[in-house]
Structures are given as structure tokens and as C-alpha cells.
């Protein structure tokens, strides 16, 4: 029962223009949704969260929007750079938990030069 | 370097071995996760200890697994006779209570022959 899921194993965008990551969820328990980046022989590093209380948060070139009704998150990157190239993978947790993760399957992001 | 760290990073094992890994979390850290990731999937929640407490295993952690963390320091996760399906990537991350977010060391990678 895969409760969060990112459908698109992967994505090719050019430098400069917007990367879209997307990722729905089935738990209503979930409120609390974060972003990870991972580079390989890495561990995941987060990059932004967003709370169920809202439905937008911004950090420099990244933001989250939340759509609860549709049970949807996305992640967009303006202007996406080489540099960004990683597998992303959105997590999910319920606030009222000790912090424990469902993560997606992740997608794969080329920034082409 | 005041991140997470894991050892061994890699290890390759024959079928029916014992193996244990360590974690090392940021020292201010109270809680302390193990995640297990597969080949094209996310990372799966194994279990969590807030300090030396262990408050909640997943069912994926069958009697052949077992974790401690004596001192509410550094952890340890060990497999007994390990088999062919125990081979993936084992993730530690540690956070605070009401933190934003888990911070990942770089993982040991189990081959199991």
C-alpha cells in the first residue's frame, strides 16, 4: 500500500526553466510534508517542508504548494540549475507523530546545460 | 564534521552471516531513525528511538533484526543470518522534537551473496 506516491520516475529540464515535481498522498492523517534531495553514495538532505495549515511555502528558488483537497504536493524550481541533478523524494508524517516518514518512490531530475 | 555518520559504509556478506551497523546522530540530537531503501524505491521506516527508548518497530523489521541504542548515543542495527532480501541501502537520521526535519547520514550499503 504505497501511501505516497511520485508518479514520474524521472524528469529532463532544461537550465533556466521550471522544474515541477509532483507527489500525492492517500493518508488523511498526513499534515506535514517535506522534500528531500538526494545525491548519489548520499543521504537524503532536506530542502523545504510545508505544514497542512498552508498551502505555499517558499525558500529562494524552491517552493511547495499544497493542494489537500486533491490530496497533491508539489515542488517547483525557478530557474533550475545543473547543480540541482538528484533524485527528489517528497515524505509525508503526521504531526502528531514522533516524526516518522512515508516517503514516495522519488523522481529523478536532469538540468540539462 | 558535526553531521550524521554511519559505519561501515559498505558491506558485502555471505548468506546466513550476522552483521551490525553503527550510527552516530548529531550529538543534540534525542531522536534516532533507521530507514531501509531498495534499488528505485524510497526510504522505509524501520524503527525509531527517542533517546535509549525504542518506541515504535515496523513490521518490515522482522526477529532477525534488532537495534539499540544503549545510551541514547550512538545506535547499532543488527541482522542475523542475513539473507538475500536484506541487501539495500540502511539510512540513519536523527532530529529533535518539533524540528523541521530529519538529517540523513550517508548510509551503509548491505550486500548479502
Known amino acids: 500500500d504505497q501511501q505516497v506516491k511520485q508518479n514520474s520516475p524521472s524528469l529532463s529540464v532544461q537550465e533556466g526553466r521550471i522544474s515541477i515535481l509532483n507527489c500525492d498522498y492517500t493518508n488523511s492523517m498526513f499534515d506535514y510534508f517535506l522534500w528531500y534531495k538526494k545525491y548519489p553514495a548520499e543521504g537524503p538532505t532536506f530542502l523545504i517542508s510545508?505544514?497542512?495549515?498552508?498551502d505555499k511555502n517558499e525558500d529562494g528558488r524552491f517552493t511547495v504548494f499544497l493542494n489537500k483537497s486533491a490530496k497533491h504536493l508539489s515542488l517547483h524550481i525557478v530557474p533550475s540549475q545543473p547543480g540541482d541533478s538528484a533524485v527528489y523524494f517528497c515524505a509525508a508524517s503526521p504531526s502528531t507523530s514522533y516524526g516518522k516518514l512515508t516517503f514516495g518512490q522519488g523522481t529523478i531530475l536532469t538540468v540539462h546545460p | 564534521d558535526t553531521g550524521v555518520s554511519q559505519d561501515p559504509r559498505h558491506k558485502i556478506t555471505k548468506r546466513g552471516q550476522n552483521v551490525t551497523f553503527r550510527c552516530d546522530p548529531i550529538?543534540?540530537?534525542?531522536?534516532l531513525y533507521w530507514y531501509r531503501q531498495t534499488l528505485g524505491q524510497g526510504p522505509e521506516f524501520l524503527t525509531y528511538?527517542?533517546?535509549?527508548?525504542?518506541?515504535?518497530k515496523s513490521r518490515l523489521l522482522s526477529d532477525r533484526f534488532s537495534a539499540e541504542r544503549p545510551k541514547g548515543s550512538f545506535s547499532t542495527l543488527e541482522i542475523q543470518r542475513t539473507e538475500q532480501g536484506d541487501s539495500a541501502m540502511y539510512l540513519c537520521?536523527?532530529?529533535?522534537?518539533?524540528?523541521?526535519?530529519?538529517?540523513f547520514g550517508p548510509g551503509t550499503r548491505l550486500t548479502v551473496l
Open positions: 537520521a536523527s532530529g529533535i522534537p518539533g524540528g523541521d526535519e530529519q538529517f
Open positions: 550529538s543534540e540530537h534525542n531522536r
Open positions: 510545508i505544514s497542512s495549515i498552508k
Open positions: 528511538f527517542q533517546n535509549e527508548a525504542q518506541l515504535e
